[in-house]
């Protein structure tokens, strides 16, 4: 008999994934707990897209900022600056900080100051 493989061991990253998604799919399922068969890849493949795209925006915010690690606010950065995960994700990250944003006739010059 072959012994089987742990999680870890297995060359496949998203079995563990996939295994959690299929469960917790199966617990909040609304009808009889019937998930189909895809449906736990589909949803690990979906968190493992935005998981990324989130990564790859907070690594460039972060690098912009020359710092080498990625903090709260640089995840803050990252989802406020895109405008389709802004939309998605409307919520707030604690201690996230501020968004930085100068109101255009703050930054308007009116004109030469003359001095007598």
Avoid: F, W
């Amino acid at each position: 008999m072959a012994p089987a493989l742990c999680p870890k061991s297995r060359p496949d990253s998203t079995y563990t994934y996939t295994s959690t998604a299929q469960l917790l799919l199966k617990q909040t399922a609304l009808v009889n707990g019937c998930v189909g068969a895809t449906a736990a890849d589909y949803s690990a493949a979906i968190l493992e897209y935005l998981a990324a795209e989130v990564l790859e925006l907070a690594g460039n915010a972060s690098k912009d900022l020359k710092v080498k690690h990625i903090t709260h606010h640089h995840l803050q950065l990252a989802i406020c600056g895109d405008e389709e995960l802004d939309t998605l994700i409307k919520g707030t990250i604690a201690s996230g900080g501020v968004i930085p944003h100068i109101h255009r006739s703050l930054i308007e010059v009116i004109g030469p100051v003359v001095l007598k």
